[in-house]
């Protein structure tokens, strides 16, 4: 009998169930193209460092490492979340245990940038641009004198512990600031990160210290991507354009969504480049009706987010790959049968007009609010369309693919954002996401150049894919 797969609501996300419990899935190894595009880094990090410097309202920054993910994370957050900030300000990727710690201490004289690592010092200077740098152990020996010895420091001892000396100037006289990269999100029932135990000993050695969230300076910082980001970005996109299409067009009948899935996460890593975030692919059609499997084994798969493609059905991709941390996210539908029906003609062009809108409206100025509204109000006007779009417009992307940022705000040039929406119009879902580029006068849609129109879309049906699974013969014995 012929098989119907209709993934209702409840099983929407079963695709991510089976992918690798690592989202960029690199497995700790370094592509040769990665480490082309790491170049120009050391200058970006040095001008970023700078920056930093100059929106300190006084006091020190503290930029810790990181050697492991946080208990609980946003979705999308991947395995090595925490460092990003560290890597964003040095250019120095890898934080094996105990990690490395940035000093920056713009009222300093001498040490305005410190570097505490257990790597090499010549590497750590060759890679960050930083010229001092001592060994990991000897952080806290500094910042205790810093601290405690605060007044004879600056005078007296300033012969023989002169990084200390420095930190204690560069503090001053009155309420010690002390800025520190805070992860983004913390689960208050689960222990606290144990990176930041070196606040609370700061915290008790002196009265006078105020501690802020580095993230006030930071998210801002990297909601406006410089020319490294973007090359990285914009890259990702690229590659992200190949992985997609490839997947759009071998997405057929008898095939599963897994395979679709690796198809999509193969081009990726033969690119050089990881994944932003666990590809996602799912039955996109026929969702109000009742799950049915042909045997137990394809129930038992479906359910751990391998659905068999049947006939007539649409496929649902969501997307991005990743490049030195900068993932891009991307969502399109595809008929498997290569041409839409009417009915899925009708929901997908209704859909894509209210993208369209969307994206049309990006540019200074507009806040995320009144894009959230564009897409409400006219999915509302095909007929109640926006009852089933129940998530926001859409998110900055940049070294997370659900960057830290200002929502409330207007957006400003060089901002890269994803614009999604869609909507479930009588069991057929159609969704779209882009990335966007915010310029000076309006908007560069970055992922325009992937097929998005029905008459581009079942072009690209018609063209064979580069990989195509083969029937593996059973070996007698």
Same mark, same amino acid.
């Given at each position: ?233 914009? @890259?990702? +996109? &690229?590659? =992200?354009? !190949?992985?997609?299409?490839? $997947? ?123 894009? @959230?509204? +564009? &897409?409400? =109000?006219? !999915?509302?006007?095909?007929? $109640? ?93």
């Amino acid at each position: 009998m012929i098989v119907r797969l209709a993934l209702g609501a409840g099983l929407l996300g079963l695709a991510a169930l089976s992918a690798p419990a690592a989202a960029d899935g690199g497995g700790g190894l370094l592509s040769f193209e990665a480490l082309k595009f790491r170049e120009g880094h050391r200058e970006a990090a040095i001008e970023r460092r700078a920056q930093f410097a100059r929106k300190m309202q006084g006091g020190i920054a503290v930029i810790t490492s990181a050697d492991r993910s946080q208990h609980n994370r946003y979705e999308g957050y991947t395995d090595d979340t925490e460092n990003k900030d560290f890597v964003y300000l040095t250019g120095i990727y890898d934080a094996e245990p105990p990690g490395h710690v940035l000093v920056i201490n713009p009222g300093g004289s001498t040490y305005k940038e410190v570097l505490y690592t257990d790597m090499k010092p010549e590497e750590a200077t060759r890679l960050s641009g930083i010229k001092h740098v001592f060994p990991r152990s000897r952080f806290l020996e500094h910042m205790s004198s810093a601290v405690t010895d605060y007044r004879n420091l600056r005078i007296t001892q300033l012969r023989f512990k002169e990084v200390a000396s420095d930190y204690a100037r560069g503090w001053g006289d009155k309420e010690k600031l002390l800025y520190v990269n805070y992860p983004r999100f913390e689960n208050l029932n689960e222990p606290p990160a144990p990176r930041l135990a070196f606040v609370d000993r700061i915290r008790a050695a002196s009265s006078e210290i105020a501690v802020r969230d580095a993230g006030d300076i930071l998210d801002p910082m990297r909601m406006i991507l410089d020319s490294f980001a973007r090359k990285n970005i914009d @890259q990702a +996109i &690229a590659i =992200t354009g !190949l992985g997609l299409q490839e $997947g759009m067009k071998l997405a057929r009948p008898g095939l599963t969504t897994l395979q679709v899935m690796h198809t999509i996460d193969h081009v990726y890593r033969l690119q050089g480049a990881t994944l932003g975030f666990i590809t996602g692919v799912m039955v996109a059609s026929n969702l109000n009706e009742k799950l049915k499997w042909e045997t137990t084994a394809e129930e038992e798969a479906a359910r751990k987010g391998d659905a068999r493609i049947q006939a007539g059905n649409l496929v649902h991709i969501d997307t991005g790959a990743a490049m030195n941390h900068y993932s891009a996210d991307t969502q399109r539908t595809v008929p498997v049968d290569g041409k839409f029906t009417p009915e899925q003609r009708k929901v997908y062009q209704g859909v894509l007009d209210v993208q369209k809108a969307v994206i049309a409206a990006v540019k200074p100025g507009v806040t995320w609010q009144a894009l @959230q509204q +564009i &897409a409400e =109000t006219e !999915l509302r006007k095909k007929g $109640g369309w926006d009852e089933s779009y129940t998530y926001g417009i859409g998110h900055f992307i940049g070294m997370e693919v659900h960057e830290n940022g200002d929502y409330v705000g207007p957006l400003k040039p060089g901002m890269v954002i994803a614009i999604e929406q869609g909507a479930i119009v009588n069991g057929t879902r159609v969704a779209f996401e882009d990335d966007v580029l915010v310029t000076e006068t309006g908007h560069e849609w970055l992922t325009r150049f992937i097929p998005i129109e029905i008459d581009e879309v079942e072009a690209l049906r018609r063209q064979p894919a580069a990989l195509q699974p083969i029937s593996v013969p059973t070996k007698r014995r």
